[in-house]
């Protein structure tokens, strides 16, 4: 009966109102955007003229604004300034629910994308889209665009409802932030857990953020990430935990050659895709003293397999902390837990 309702919950609740988050709205988009249909991947860029394109308001689908009966790609472009004293690194572009499919890209460069394109169609109608976006990656003197590739099969299309914004995400404060550029390579091998491996050759890849939105579409398998940090003398004192935010499905995780911690099992999910939602849990791995190296350059090399849909690791926060902020992050946060947070913890014990 226990799981039974579990299932029920699923299906009836979205996965939102399951496993809530702090979010907090920084600039809301909500409003009259751009549009035109058709495609044309220049119109990503920056510098592209979009005057002569219709102003359609987002969210609605595209034929409650006059576009009755079209099914196909369309583009959608907004401009706006971010807001000043932005220094977080736990920024989300949070574009409610799109129909059917859609890239999104961020001055020109390509920060997310969920579903698959013709011909290997692949809808994602009921996907609640929230991108990871780096601090780095926004004009902060000036003015940024998004712009939005969409394509729909059929019925309504476009960006339809939800919340249409730029969101900090509320995370545990951290001594050491390791967001960023991280090294990262599709396969599986051992060795690539030693600090002494070379990963000159390996590709340079947004943490967090999926994989799929970096060059690696519709990649399901291992992968690994690997990042290099200067660990000051001053932290010899402190007891530390390696936040690595939420990765999509399971993972180990060594630091200095040495497995620190993992979500799910290995030696049976790769082959058989059995998942407990391992992709929802927030990864925090305890570091024992004796591996890490004061004074000098440490390595962190985190082994992902993905079963399906989206990889990699997607949310933040990444960093380090002290055991005495995460412990008590955690206590706070249990006590906020909303109501079916409560409800689906009392069940599953």
Same mark, same amino acid.
Not at 51 to 56: G, H, K
Not at 101 to 130: C, H, I, M, Q, W
Not at 188 to 217: A, C, R
């Given at each position: 009966?226990?799981?039974? #309702?579990?299932?029920?919950?699923?299906?009836?609740?979205?996965?939102?109102?399951?496993?809530?988050?702090?979010? /907090?709205?920084?600039?809301?988009?909500?409003?009259?955007?751009?549009?035109?249909?058709?495609?044309?991947?220049?119109?990503?860029?920056?510098? &592209?003229?979009? =005057?002569?394109?219709?102003?359609?308001?987002?969210?609605? +689908?595209? =034929?409650? =604004?006059?576009?009755?009966?079209?099914?196909?790609?369309?583009? %959608?472009?907004?401009? &706006?300034?971010?807001?000043?004293?932005?220094? +977080?690194?736990?920024?989300?572009?949070?574009?409610?629910?799109?129909?059917?499919?859609?890239?999104?890209?961020?001055?020109?460069? $390509?920060?997310?994308?969920?579903?698959?394109?013709?011909?290997?169609?692949?809808?994602? %109608?009921?996907?609640?889209?929230?991108?990871?976006?780096?601090?780095?990656?926004?004009?902060?003197?000036?003015?940024?665009?998004?712009?939005?590739?969409? %394509?729909?099969?059929?019925?309504?299309?476009?960006?339809?409802? @939800?919340?249409?914004?730029?969101?900090?995400?509320?995370?545990?404060?951290?001594? $050491?932030?390791?967001?960023?550029?991280?090294?990262?390579?599709?396969?599986?091998?051992?060795?690539?857990?030693?600090?002494?491996?070379?990963?000159?050759?390996?590709?340079?890849?947004?943490?967090?953020?999926?994989?799929?939105?970096? @060059?690696?579409?519709?990649?399901?398998?291992?992968?690994?990430?690997?990042?290099?940090?200067? $660990?000051?003398?001053?932290?010899?004192?402190?007891?530390?935990?390696?936040?690595?935010?939420?990765?999509?499905?399971?993972?180990?995780?060594?630091?200095?050659?040495?497995?620190?911690?993992?979500?799910?099992?290995?030696?049976?999910?790769?082959?058989?895709?059995?998942?407990?939602?391992?992709?929802?849990?927030?990864?925090?791995?305890?570091?024992?003293?004796?591996?890490?190296?004061?004074?000098?350059?440490? #390595?962190?090399?985190?082994?992902?397999?993905?079963?399906?849909?989206?990889?990699?690791?997607?949310?933040?926060?990444?960093? #380090?902390?002290?055991? /005495?902020?995460?412990? =008590?992050?955690?206590?706070?946060?249990?006590?906020?837990?909303? &109501?079916?947070?409560?409800? &689906?913890?009392?069940?599953?014990?």
């Amino acid at each position: 009966m226990k799981y039974l #309702l579990t299932l029920t919950l699923f299906l009836i609740l979205p996965i939102e109102l399951l496993f809530a988050d702090d979010w /907090k709205e920084i600039l809301n988009l909500r409003g009259y955007w751009k549009f035109n249909i058709g495609d044309d991947k220049s119109w990503a860029n920056t510098e &592209f003229n979009d =005057e002569d394109w219709d102003n359609i308001k987002v969210p609605s +689908s595209w =034929e409650d =604004e006059g576009y009755h009966g079209y099914n196909g790609f369309a583009w %959608y472009r907004k401009s &706006f300034t971010l807001p000043k004293n932005i220094n +977080s690194n736990s920024l989300y572009l949070v574009l409610g629910f799109i129909d059917d499919v859609d890239e999104v890209y961020l001055n020109g460069k $390509l920060v997310g994308s969920t579903g698959s394109f013709p011909p290997d169609f692949r809808t994602a %109608y009921n996907a609640n889209r929230k991108y990871p976006v780096s601090i780095d990656q926004f004009n902060k003197k000036g003015e940024n665009i998004i712009a939005i590739r969409i %394509y729909d099969s059929q019925l309504s299309g476009g960006i339809i409802y @939800g919340d249409i914004s730029i969101m900090i995400l509320d995370m545990i404060n951290m001594d $050491l932030k390791l967001d960023g550029h991280w090294k990262f390579n599709i396969g599986d091998n051992l060795v690539w857990k030693e600090p002494n491996f070379n990963d000159k050759e390996w590709t340079n890849i947004l943490v967090p953020s999926n994989w799929e939105s970096q @060059g690696y579409k519709d990649y399901d398998g291992f992968a690994w990430y690997r990042k290099k940090f200067y $660990l000051d003398k001053s932290f010899k004192d402190k007891d530390l935990v390696l936040l690595l935010g939420k990765i999509d499905d399971i993972d180990q995780c060594f630091v200095n050659g040495t497995m620190i911690g993992n979500t799910g099992d290995f030696l049976i999910t790769p082959e058989t895709n059995v998942f407990n939602n391992e992709w929802l849990a927030q990864r925090g791995y305890y570091l024992p003293k004796e591996i890490l190296k004061y004074g000098e350059e440490n #390595l962190i090399a985190v082994r992902v397999y993905d079963g399906y849909i989206d990889g990699g690791i997607y949310q933040g926060p990444i960093g #380090l902390t002290t055991q /005495k902020v995460y412990r =008590e992050y955690w206590k706070d946060k249990k006590s906020k837990k909303g &109501f079916w947070e409560t409800f &689906f913890d009392d069940i599953m014990q």
